[in-house]
């Protein structure tokens, strides 16, 4: 915290569930300066914020609940807006942090993960995102589910100074695979959108996860 604040994007879904309980428990629950962190999200379903699907409500129940981080430094998406709406709010959010010209903060930790189909955050396969936009709305379907999402775009993960994706599962293996070690085709593969210029990335995977990964990848620092 040697700028006397640490600005976290974390991420939805279940892989960062067992992360939160952990900070929420001894030694980090009372060992952390959770009075200057200050919390946004990678991405969100446009969902109210007590919805069991909303990131925001799970990281409450496993981390916020148990901390002393004050209110004043969550800064959620309001998904119980209109998608539009939520985005406008975020981006606005979102400003007031922002450095070096940008809409959007230098995060000095994002937390991510990977889809089944590459994608991370709400970061799909086939879609663009515009330069110099700090948040889009998601709409559409995915895995036959209709989709209303606000995601972060690689700008803003690209000008973070930390970025770690957590990967568990062997459902992951293939997309893990080709994002690290395949071709390069960020269309197909969104994560591969994910290169922090004067950040570093640490791929955190487990066993399963890594299953189809080579025994070496050049520029690749990976844990499992």
């Known amino acids: 915290m040697a700028r006397g604040r640490f600005l976290v994007a974390l991420s939805g879904g279940s892989t960062p569930i067992s992360l939160y309980r952990s900070l929420a428990g001894a030694p980090y629950q009372d060992s952390l300066g959770w009075d200057r962190m200050f919390f946004f999200w990678g991405d969100e379903r446009c969902v109210p914020p007590d919805d ?6 799970q990281a409450r129940l ?3 609940q148990h901390v002393s981080v004050p209110d004043r430094n969550i800064f959620r998406v ?33 937390l991510l993960g990977l889809g089944v189909d590459g994608h991370t955050a709400s970061l799909f396969p086939g879609a663009t995102e515009p330069d110099g936009v700090a948040c889009l709305v998601v709409t559409g379907q995915y895995r036959d589910r209709p989709a209303k999402r606000v995601t972060l775009t690689p700008g803003v993960f690209n000008s973070a100074r930390n970025v770690i994706f957590l990967v568990t599962g062997e459902e992951k293996a293939q997309a893990l695979a080709a994002t690290l070690a395949g071709p390069n085709e960020p269309l197909k593969y969104p994560a591969q959108r994910i290169d922090p210029a004067a950040g570093k990335v640490l791929w955190l995977v487990d066993t399963p996860a890594a299953g189809l990964l080579p025994t070496s990848i050049t520029g690749s620092n990976i844990k499992h």
Do not use: T
């Not at 998904?79 to 959007?104: I, K, M, S, V």
């Open 62 to 64: 496993a981390l916020f």
């Open 78 to 110: 309001m998904g119980e807006l209109d998608p539009h709406a939520a985005c406008g709010e975020y981006n606005r959010q979102l400003r007031e942090f922002g450095e070096d010209g940008n809409a959007w903060p230098h995060f000095d930790l994002a």
């Open 52 to 57: 069991p699907e909303s990131s925001f409500h």
